[in-house]
């Protein structure tokens, strides 16, 4: 099955305080909550970046998370730390993939953001997936996540128009 491709990402950083998303989803991870076929959630903190309504993240194609979400395209999100310890209460979302183009975009929205982290996390994030046999590098996507509340509330306005 394709990824489902989406619109283009708007180039120019969000707003602060757009939708109110730097309130409701503080700090620099968020955990993503998929779910298996049985209908398991798997929990995951990903960094992410706030654009135009959505919250924005990349992982590799390949990726758990990107397969239960082609699969299943409703997430639960909420702020967490990096350990994947909630700090909120989860949202229900809808997760959609970006074009190739977009997920570019996405790519240099996360790397301005974590600019310190890539240089001195990164690296030691790689070493230990290296030690425990994981694959590195291939392909990667970008996925867009649209928390149901605000989708439905922007419908509404939009129809009060």
């Known amino acids: 099955m394709?990824?489902?491709?989406?619109?283009?990402v708007d180039e120019s950083p969000a707003a602060p305080g757009e939708h109110g998303f730097e309130g409701r989803?503080?700090?620099?991870?968020?955990?993503v909550?998929?779910?298996?076929?049985?209908?398991?959630g798997v929990a995951t903190p990903v960094?992410?970046?706030?654009e135009n309504g959505r919250l924005l993240i990349h992982t590799g194609s390949q990726s758990g998370k990107a397969k239960r979400i082609r699969r299943n395209?409703?997430?639960?999100?909420?702020?967490?730390?990096?350990?994947?310890?909630?700090?909120g209460d989860p949202v229900s979302a809808m997760a959609e993939f970006l074009s190739e183009r977009d997920s570019r975009q996405v790519m240099r929205l996360l790397e301005r953001k974590y600019r310190v982290d890539r240089v001195l996390l990164l690296p030691l994030y790689r070493l230990v997936q290296w030690l425990?046999?994981?694959?590195?590098?291939g392909a990667s996507?970008?996925?867009?996540?649209?928390?149901?509340?605000?989708?439905?509330s922007s419908r509404q306005s939009e129809e009060k128009s």
Do not use: H, N
């Not at 639960?76 to 990096?82: D, E, F, H, R, S």
């Open 2 to 8: 394709e990824p489902q491709m989406t619109g283009r």
């Open 25 to 31: 989803f503080p700090g620099k991870y968020l955990s």
């Open 33 to 40: 909550t998929s779910f298996k076929r049985d209908g398991a």
């Open 47 to 50: 960094w992410f970046v706030v």
């Open 73 to 87: 395209p409703s997430v639960l999100i909420a702020p967490c730390t990096a350990s994947g310890r909630l700090r």
């Open 132 to 137: 425990r046999g994981a694959r590195t590098g």
């Open 141 to 152: 996507v970008a996925i867009a996540i649209t928390p149901l509340a605000a989708s439905s």
